[in-house]
């Protein structure tokens, strides 16, 4: 796989747009918004696709509710309104929002299902999650579940629901279980190849939508590009697990 291009595309980026928000589709090894270094990100190519595509709203922002790391890839809100993005911290804060995650990890886990709690702190030094006991200041208890999809040259595809979203707490928790994200060096695993992208991705998205009550889903699956082509001749069968939300 090449790394993102310098400027993607707004078409590329957009998964679905209505007058409120953006549901946006990140590419792996792009920001998810501004750094010191003023690097290309996803919020700023969606600001100028905002003021590019509505010259004459210039009541409109544009807003990340949520964030994705760098490596990783997948489904973003983006507000257009102020309202919106308040409306959405209180639902994210409340966890009214739910998130799923693909994962390709090394290994099998010994259980199919389990439930994962690990303290952490963030480490400033090392730009990373560390283990913390309970009585650390500034420890955060991180919460996930996951469940085993498919297992293919010792490497697992898992579905992963978050109940928190702590400071790298996927990458920092498979890690513990003993079972990084395929190409995340960063916490233990092989790297496999030299681009800034790991086997992580934020794949569905759901609410209730506080105007009509109605619910809404999104979701959208990587491409079949490594690792997830190790998947790739099962792929369709595996489509039924991963949207199976009950």
């Given at each position: 796989m090449t790394s993102p291009p310098v400027k993607p595309k707004p078409e590329d980026l957009i998964f679905f747009e209505n007058e409120d928000y953006i549901i946006a589709k990140k590419p792996f090894g792009l920001l998810s918004e501004e750094d010191p270094a003023g690097s290309v990100n996803l919020r700023k190519?969606?600001?100028?696709?905002?003021h590019e595509s509505y010259p004459k709203k210039k009541q409109l922002i544009c807003q990340l509710a949520n964030r994705l790391d760098k490596p990783v890839g997948g489904l973003l809100f983006c507000a257009k309104k102020q309202s919106i993005l308040k409306d959405l911290h209180e639902k994210f804060f409340k966890r009214?929002?739910?998130k799923y995650y693909l994962a390709v990890v090394e290994g099998v886990p010994k259980k199919?299902?389990?439930?994962?709690?690990?303290?952490?702190?963030?480490?400033?030094?090392?730009?990373r999650a560390v283990t913390a006991s309970p009585d650390t200041p500034g420890v955060k208890l991180a919460r996930l579940r996951y469940e085993l999809?498919?297992?293919?040259?010792n490497y697992s595809l898992l579905k992963i629901q978050i109940f928190t979203g702590k400071f790298h707490q996927i990458r920092f928790q498979l890690s513990c279980l003993g079972h990084p994200i395929w190409n995340d060096e960063w916490y233990g695993a092989k790297r496999i190849d030299p681009n800034n992208y790991i086997g992580l991705y934020s794949y569905f998205l759901g609410f209730d939508d506080t105007k009509t009550g109605i619910r809404k889903e999104y979701q959208c699956l990587?491409?079949?590009?490594?690792?997830?082509?190790?998947?790739?001749?099962?792929?369709?069968?595996?489509?039924?697990?991963v949207t199976d939300f009950s």
């Open positions: 190519l969606l600001e100028d696709y905002l009214k929002i739910s199919p299902k389990a439930v994962l709690e690990n303290y952490l702190v963030k480490s400033s030094s090392e730009f999809i498919s297992t293919q040259d990587p491409d079949l590009i490594e690792p997830w082509n190790l998947f790739q001749s099962e792929w369709m069968e595996l489509l039924g697990k």
